[in-house]
């Protein structure tokens, strides 16, 4: 792990890192470490994309997936990284055609309830 995977976890997890770090342990340490090495050491590092667009094409694949619990970090992340909220909402209504209407309706709900909690409990990082 080099300094700059670090800070690529720390801009798109803020406050919330230690936490995800753990829960992936949790599941598997081997799991945790590859997650944090590869995707955020190897690919996230890579070349060519602003962090910004990265997150939210990891939003798009992520509501593509169904994957709620990822996707709502990567949403928080795609905010984190500079992407407004009508930028995250046009990245959600872009997959309609590809996904249907069932997949962004789920991933609205994530925006939704990041966007409220965000607005009861707001944090500096946030």
Do not use: N, W
């Amino acid at each position: 792990m080099t300094p700059t995977d670090a800070s690529v976890r720390q801009q798109i997890f803020g406050t919330q890192e230690e936490r995800i770090l753990e829960r992936l342990s949790a599941l598997d340490p081997d799991l945790m470490a590859y997650v944090r090495d590869f995707a955020y050491g190897t690919v996230y590092e890579r070349p060519g994309l602003d962090l910004r667009t990265k997150e939210l094409v990891a939003c798009a694949l992520l509501a593509s997936l169904g994957s709620p619990d990822e996707l709502r970090t990567h949403l928080r992340g795609a905010l984190r990284a500079g992407a407004s909220e009508e930028e995250v909402r046009e990245t959600l209504l872009l997959c309609i055609p590809y996904l249907g209407f069932p997949r962004a309706v789920a991933a609205f709900a994530q925006l939704q309830a990041l966007l409220a909690s965000r607005e009861k409990a707001p944090t500096p990082e946030e």
